[in-house]
């Protein structure tokens, strides 16, 4: 690894509105190495990063690029200083092809007005071969997975000669495999002498891919160090403080009598023949690699797409739900896994969203009530420690782990008895992952069902009182706690249909 410095951030400081989310932060990038930002959602990395990119300027500190000290007041500038910015939702042109997307804003690199579009294709393929990129210049974007888009946007980086690459969150929508083909990337980039900066909330990852780790905590610099002299616990206890072993626990609780049991139902093209039963205080976890068929499932039981054939009771009655006002009348509620496209309204303030579900209870003749609005909105706020300015704070701004808490507050106050949990701790860092955890438990202390849809392992194995691992839309497998195990769940996972067509829960 070269020891050299491209971009060093010295001493950077920055507030919005009097709080300050950055104090006295340095950070440095070297070419050949992939140097992880990592820290709980608030710790300042996106502010760091927006600093270097041009996004924001800092209050106090400076940025040198090449030893020189650089001001670099836009993306365009930084761009032309060789500094690029992959978002965690690629920024692409959805009807334009690869090569235009590649492109985009220098297509004209010459003095005259035409565009050489010859030049343009060929230069494309070439770069996309300079990294093993299967995909052809001249194809549409539109309906390319978000792996390929982010490989768009990394080429369009280095069209642009960019030698230092911010990476936000690239694996968070990636499918293990798609996550395997991101990191071969990466590393021919580092191979190219490229700079990568990685962040990233899943610690394993991390040390997987990165050369150096830096880690912030409430917007200060707590250390950095190479991966290799670091561990899951020493990164965690660097980012809040505390052991893993402290995060994720499963409270004893009393589990009841059946309330809903699913029998033999069947959506076309999703999953067939799913059965079990969910049982009054308890977790039960569902399991499965990207695309088993988990959330549809979930979906059919909220409503959302009605199985087409079998049947579904709760409290020993069939419950005839076709839509998502039939589940919520039978006490269900469903936390979906996509909370910024299907559980919030971003332009919307938290109070206006966790009140969606219960507009009766803030109305009164077709007229909001402020005060039950706030009374309602300030209890759960407090109740699920959500850490906010104010009420009327657009939900667009709150770290996805106070995003993920007002999304659980909404569906909470249509006081649910079961409760479906898609993905609750994806894309949020460790620390709102244990408060999540405790929400949980709690839940189910007070007799909530709760289904549980997770692809971390970690998490199924330590909440879930009985397990259920699906593959493409069947059940392959159903676990109690104590048989449950690592192996176990990713053999029934990869298990053979043939295999899977008998196990139920």
Same mark, same amino acid.
């Given at each position: ?113 035409? %565009?050489?579009?010859?030049? @343009?294709? #060929? /230069?494309?393929? *070439? $770069?996309?071969?300079?990294?093993? +990129? ?100 020493? %990164?965690?206890?660097?980012? @809040?403080? #505390? /052991?893993?072993? *402290? $995060?994720?626990?499963?409270?004893? +609780? ?252």
């Amino acid at each position: 690894m070269n020891t050299d410095v491209i971009v060093a951030a010295q001493k950077i400081s920055k507030s919005f509105s009097g709080i300050q989310v950055l104090k006295d932060v340095d950070f440095d990038i070297r070419p050949g190495e992939v140097h992880a930002l990592i820290g709980e959602n608030g710790a300042g990395k996106s502010t760091l990063t927006k600093i270097i990119c041009g996004v924001y300027e800092s209050d106090k500190g400076r940025i040198l690029v090449n030893g020189k000290e650089k001001r670099i007041s836009s993306p365009l500038a930084a761009r032309n200083l060789g500094i690029a910015l992959i978002h965690q939702e690629p920024l692409i042109f959805q009807d334009l092809d690869v090569a235009k997307n590649i492109f985009a804003g220098h297509t004209r690199k010459g003095h005259g007005l035409a %565009i050489d579009w010859k030049n @343009i294709y #060929r /230069e494309s393929q *070439e $770069l996309l071969d300079s990294l093993g +990129v299967n995909l052809d210049p001249k194809a549409k974007m539109k309906g390319m997975s978000i792996a390929d888009q982010q490989m768009v946007e990394i080429i369009s980086a280095l069209s642009q000669d960019a030698r230092v690459i911010i990476m936000d969150e690239p694996t968070a929508a990636l499918t293990p495999g798609e996550v395997r083909t991101l990191f071969a990337i990466i590393r021919r980039l580092v191979e190219q002498d490229k700079a990568i900066v990685f962040i990233s909330h899943r610690i394993d990852e991390v040390l997987d891919i990165s050369d150096r780790v830096t880690v912030l905590r409430d917007g200060e610099k707590v250390g950095t160090d190479f991966s290799q002299n670091l561990n899951q616990e020493r %990164i965690i206890h660097m980012m @809040i403080g #505390r /052991e893993i072993k *402290e $995060l994720i626990t499963k409270d004893t +609780v009393q589990i009841e009598d059946v309330i809903m049991k699913v029998d033999n139902i069947s959506l076309a093209g999703d999953f067939k023949n799913i059965s079990f039963e969910l049982k009054k205080g308890e977790i039960l976890g569902f399991a499965g690699l990207v695309g088993a068929g988990r959330s549809e499932v979930s979906r059919a039981i909220f409503g959302i797409t009605p199985p087409d054939t079998g049947s579904i009771s709760i409290k020993g009655r069939n419950a005839n739900i076709r839509s998502p006002r039939d589940a919520i009348k039978h006490g269900v509620a469903y936390v979906p896994e996509d909370r910024q496209h299907q559980g919030l309204f971003l332009p919307f303030g938290i109070a206006k969203n966790m009140t969606l579900a219960i507009p009766e209870r803030i109305s009164a003749r077709g007229w909001i009530k402020p005060k039950a609005e706030k009374e309602i909105t300030d209890d759960y706020v407090a109740r699920l420690n959500i850490r906010i300015r104010s009420i009327r704070q657009l939900a667009a701004e709150l770290s996805g782990g106070n995003q993920q808490k007002v999304v659980l507050s909404k569906w909470l106050l249509t006081d649910p008895e079961i409760l479906l949990l898609d993905e609750p701790t994806r894309g949020i860092d460790v620390g709102a992952k244990g408060e999540v955890y405790k929400i949980i438990n709690k839940l189910a202390g007070e007799g909530i069902a709760i289904l549980l849809i997770s692809s971390e392992l970690p998490e199924i194995l330590t909440l879930s009182d009985r397990i259920v691992v699906m593959k493409e839309g069947r059940i392959t497998g159903h676990f109690t706690k104590s048989e449950a195990t690592e192996d176990k769940i990713m053999a029934a996972a990869a298990l053979s249909l043939n295999a899977g067509r008998t196990a139920s829960a």
